[in-house]
């Protein structure tokens, strides 16, 4: 559907605005469904390719945490794991060598959380406490408040929580338009146009802004006397 949306052979993602058709559907899985169509593809690119994006996405606005400057040997994402009840919607892991990064990502689109401590749950409970010593959480939505409101409620992550916008990943994927292999552009230039038909896309400015017209002001300004 990624091809589809893109090329605008298809209207359903006006599903992902809000908008619903004649068969009165009660639900559509917005999330589920975004996630799917944008980040599917890459599942299935090299290692580099996968390493190259989320590198991208964590270096925007952490660049302590920037991944070695090598390809990983090895790189895996799983989509809607489940373990002890808990289900984020995607677990990376991106190997070099004998380290394994962990990235465990929540996508969010036009909904709330799944309860104040969905975030929590996943980082405490999804992962093991080894886990947490080489793994980053990604929360990724319109609306980054989510995260920042889980993180005034308790703060379990020591700087490992990290909020990005829909925007972001837009700013991710141009980034890596020159990035390794011809798969990882061709991807990023459908995601591209994809999220802009989403009404994702950078602000470029006003164009023909008009200046405002002055009143014509008269030789002679009174002004009245004070009592």
Known sequence: MLHAFSHKKSRLYRRYLGHRDETNESRVAEEDEITSTLMGPLAFLPPAAIAAFWGAVVNLRNPEYAFPAEAPTRAEMCFWPRRNRVEPDLHVELTWGNHTLILLVEFKWR??????????????????????????HLFIGLDVSEASNALSRQDIWNGKLLARSWFDILTAV????????????RWSDQVQRCLELLAVEPFNGFANLALPQLPAVSGHIFFPRSQ
């Not at 959380?113 to 969905?118: A, T």
């Not at 141009?174 to 552009?185: D, F, K, V, Y």
């Open 111 to 136: 909904a709330p959380l799944s309860g104040q401590g969905q975030l929590h749950d996943q980082w405490k409970t999804y992962l093991m406490p080894e886990e947490r010593s080489r793994a980053l």
């Open 174 to 185: 141009s980034a890596i338009q020159t990035g390794p292999g011809i798969a990882l552009r």
